[in-house]
Each structure stands twice: as C-alpha cells, then as structure tokens.
C-alpha cells in the first residue's frame, strides 16, 4: 500500500495505518493503562495531519475518519475527568517522647510492667537463671569434695605401697646382710 522507509511522512503514515489496521483497531479503541492522555492526543493530531496530507493515496478514509472520532471522544473523556494534583493528607506523626516514667509507691523487686505475659516471662528466667546458678554450684561442690576424696585414696595407697616396698628393701637387705656375714654358711667373711 505504501511504502515505508525510516524518516519522513511515510514513517507517520505506516504508524496511522497500524493503529487503524487489524491489530490496531484494538488498539485505539481499547482503553489502555499505560497509555497518557498525551499519547493518545499526538495519536489524534499525527491521524489528522495524516489525513489531511495524503488524501488521495487513502482508499478506506471512512475507517480513518472512525479512529479519529474515537481518540477525540476519548482524549475529551480523559481532559474532563482529569483532577489537579494535591498533596498527600497524611496524618502528622507525633514526636516520640522519652519521658522517664515515675512510680509514686516504688518496691524493690515488684515488676511494674503492664504486659503481665512479658513480666511473667522475665519472672520465669530470672528464676531459672538462679536455678541454673545453684545447680552449677552444687556441682562444683560435689566436684570439689570427690576430687579431695580421690586424693586421699590416692595418697593411701602410695603410703601403702612406699610400706611394702620398704619392708621389700629392708628383708632383702638383711637377707643380703646374713649372707655375707657368712650365717648362711656359704659366704666368706671379710678380711680386714
């Protein structure tokens, strides 16, 4: 129909062949969102000059007279139903305060939190803590008093043993003590 090249009028007019053609017919009549009113109205002023510039090459100008009446319908929907901008109405957020809060009857060791779950809770570890704490000791405790006890069975028995190894050392020195003094009657007695 016509020829496209890559500038120029023909560039407009393939463009207005397409929006008007099979797939875009769908195209100008559907509502988009993600379209601008601005494009839809270059779409308007593009088909008019289109049309106006090249009336005699156009076979179906009735199709084209159509698209225009819809983008101008729609651009004139969408110019009407425009509202000006306005600023967000956002509720002001208070400044935090950092207040220290006063107890007028204070008790040491009462748990003034209003959450009684999360005072409960800290209650509970507070108590196992001390739980664990006591537990802990008693094991070194326990520790402490079998390590002294091991250390006394250890110390008896090298007592023990440092017995029989002195009545050991003492029979083999008397033994070696009646031999050479000859009572054994196999020894020679020292000359002096």
Known sequence: MWE??????NRDLAAAAYAMGGRGKGLATKESKKFC???????????????????????NEDIFNEVIGLIKNRTDELHASREPLQMRKQKPEPIRQL????????????????????????????????????????????NYFLSAVKEKERIKQEEERAERYGKAMA???????????????????RSR
């Open 4 to 9: 496209i090249c890559p500038g120029g009028e």
């Open 37 to 59: 009113p601005e494009a839809i109205v270059f779409l308007h002023s593009l088909l008019v000059t289109t049309l106006n510039g090249n009336m005699k090459q156009l076979r």
């Open 99 to 142: 207040n220290p809060k006063f107890e007028e009857n204070y008790i040491k060791g009462l748990d003034y939190d209003p959450d009684r779950e999360r005072a409960q809770m800290k209650k509970m570890k507070k108590h196992l803590k001390s739980e664990k704490k006591g537990a802990i000791r008693e094991l070194c405790k326990d």
């Open 171 to 189: 029979f083999l020195q008397e033994q070696e003590h009646t031999f050479k003094s000859g009572q054994l009657g196999k020894g020679k007695k």
